[in-house]
């Protein structure tokens, strides 16, 4: 059973503006082959997506995970919509890059429809001509460099706030 019939029998055994708790691999949340299952996601109202620990489920299960709760037939909340959609070129800056192989990456075209977590931060250069000749390769380069990664290191990101306030 793909994941698209699995998300689909469960949200036929809800009633309508009931919610269902699952946990995904996070590869359905920014594989191009998963967008069939994104966008079903979509048709229903994402309240939460938690990103879980990478060890949360060993030894059982090497998968890095996200629990998703969906609630059935209601139109997804303003916070969870366009405000962070991407653009070519968008620079993803991972601020707990322990878990990925890359903290910085640029966005391609077939980048642009992926659900973002909170460590995910969205920087993009809107005028290329500007008073610091910043660019988006030259973002790139500086925010790869070893001694910024090291900078970083060194730092607690913490949240402070749930992200995902809204109407409720």
Known sequence: MNQKNFLERNLQLLK????????????????????????FIFKHNIQFIIDLLHNTFRPHNNTKCIAIVIQ???????????????????????????????????????????ILTR?????????????????????????????TFEQANNKSFIDTTLPNIADR
Do not use: C
Request: hydrophobic content about 35%; proline content about 3%; glycine content about 2%.
């Open 119 to 147: 460590k995910i931060l969205v920087l993009r250069v809107n005028k290329l001509e500007n008073e610091y000749n910043l660019t988006q390769k030259y973002l790139l380069y500086a925010l790869s460099h070893q001694l």
């Open 72 to 114: 059935k037939n209601k139109p997804q909340q303003n916070n969870m919509g366009n405000e962070k959609a991407l653009k070519a070129k968008d620079i993803l800056y991972i601020r707990r890059w322990s878990y990925w192989s890359s903290s910085v990456v640029i966005a391609s075209p077939y980048d642009l429809k992926v």
């Open 16 to 39: 309508d503006k009931k919610r269902v708790d699952i946990i995904l691999s996070k590869t359905y949340f920014h594989a191009p082959n998963q967008q069939i299952v994104r966008d």
